[in-house]
């Protein structure tokens, strides 16, 4: 639990946030409404007002009423624990309500001075190492308390506790000299950060870190999200959760494919070992929310397209693919029991990284004119927004 270093900032924190008091809450939880969500990572966050603003109402033409955004505790409290630059997610916080907009915030990127010291002796790439995890579960839980203060009652209305944590990608922790997931870091981390949400912003929306699909598993790349949510939700506390977060992605088959690759059919479907539902109903967690915190498919790659296998799947698929693949999610995403927003990554190339099939997911090309599943999405949300 947080002792003497919260109270410190607390009176400085609430001062703080009586700017941002002003927003009107909306409702956040997912079993009141069907949601269709763009996931924007941290690529808003520089951007300047204009090219903001033309984003956003590109956004909502698309239907979206959700956007999933990186709060990195990197960008806000770079150089120590105790001063706070509040400025450019105060500014994007703004914006996003002025377009009816409300925001999953992800909260993840450790600074280099709360960063794990055996993690960052290993990992020494600025990029890579903001993603070793925190030396102290305080810290991140000082931090956490800190959003939940300043953001309170505005349209940041949802956490997600890191990103992927099942994949060494995402999740940096030393292991016996060499980079490892665990679950029980995870853990105890989510817990610390959790409890100081949940106990400052009461009635938002808490989720544990989205999983990613992982159908070749090896120690250093990661765990299968199956197995991985099978280890941690016995050691979370469900009081201070709503739900979990999963990333359903299906490429290069269809959502609704029978198949043990097709992560979006095993939210439900499948093996009860690979079923998320029945790994969370044997946990305990059967009332629990599951939200799609990353979705959709790449049209660009360096694998080859085609038939996937259990190795080497295909890593992209055609444009006239990814429509469908788009569709078909969003509009079968909203079947299954007791889930939250679908977030579909992403909606341009523009503002996305290059290097493998990441490049490639936009609803929009590189030079921004809108590929066939930009208009699909469009199609599938209002079909949603529109069902009973």
Not at 197 to 224: Q, T
Request: hydrophobic share 40%; glycine share 6%; charged share 20%.
């Amino acid at each position: 639990m947080v002792t003497h270093c919260a109270k410190k900032i607390g009176a400085f924190l609430l001062a703080a946030s009586i700017a941002l008091q002003a927003f009107t809450a909306l409702p956040a939880h997912a079993a009141t409404r069907r949601e269709v969500g763009i996931a924007t990572s941290a690529t808003l966050l520089r951007m300047n007002d204009a090219d903001l603003n033309e984003r956003f109402n590109d956004i909502n033409q698309l239907g979206a009423s959700w956007i999933r955004v990186d709060f990195s505790w990197r960008v806000i409290q770079p150089d120590d624990p105790n001063n706070y630059d509040w400025d450019l997610y105060d500014r994007l916080v703004r914006a996003a309500n002025d377009h009816n907009l409300k925001i999953l915030a992800v909260i993840n990127y450790t600074p280099a001075w709360a960063r794990e010291s055996q993690c960052a002796e290993l990992v020494r790439r600025e990029e890579s190492a903001q993603k070793c995890i925190p030396r102290s579960n305080e810290e991140f839980a000082t931090f956490s308390r800190a959003l939940a203060i300043r953001y309170k009652d505005t349209n940041v209305r949802a956490w997600e506790i890191w990103n992927e944590p099942n994949l060494t990608g995402h999740w940096k922790s030393a292991q016996a000299g060499a980079i490892a997931v665990n679950p029980e870091k995870y853990a105890n981390m989510a817990n610390a950060a959790a409890s100081q949400i949940r106990h400052n912003y009461e009635d938002s929306v808490i989720i544990a870190g989205g999983l990613a699909p992982l159908f070749e598993p090896k120690k250093s790349v990661g765990m299968s999200q199956s197995d991985y949510l099978a280890a941690v939700l016995p050691q979370l506390q469900p009081e201070w959760f709503d739900g979990i977060a999963i990333h359903p992605y299906s490429w290069p088959a269809m959502p609704n494919k029978v198949a043990d690759y097709n992560a979006f059919y095993s939210v439900d479907n499948g093996k009860p070992e690979i079923n998320l539902r029945s790994i969370m109903a044997h946990a305990g967690w059967a009332e629990k929310e599951i939200w799609g915190t990353e979705y959709g498919a790449s049209t660009k790659g360096q694998r080859a397209m085609g038939i996937p296998r259990i190795q080497g799947r295909p890593d992209h698929v055609t444009e006239s693919m990814q429509a469908q693949i788009v569709i078909q999610g969003v509009e079968s995403w909203y079947d299954k029991p007791n889930v939250g927003p679908l977030f579909v990554h992403s909606d341009s190339d523009q503002w996305l990284v290059s290097r493998k099939n990441e490049g490639g997911y936009g609803l929009r090309r590189s030079d921004g004119t809108k590929k066939p599943a930009y208009d699909a999405l469009r199609r599938a949300a209002q079909h949603v927004n529109e069902a009973p």
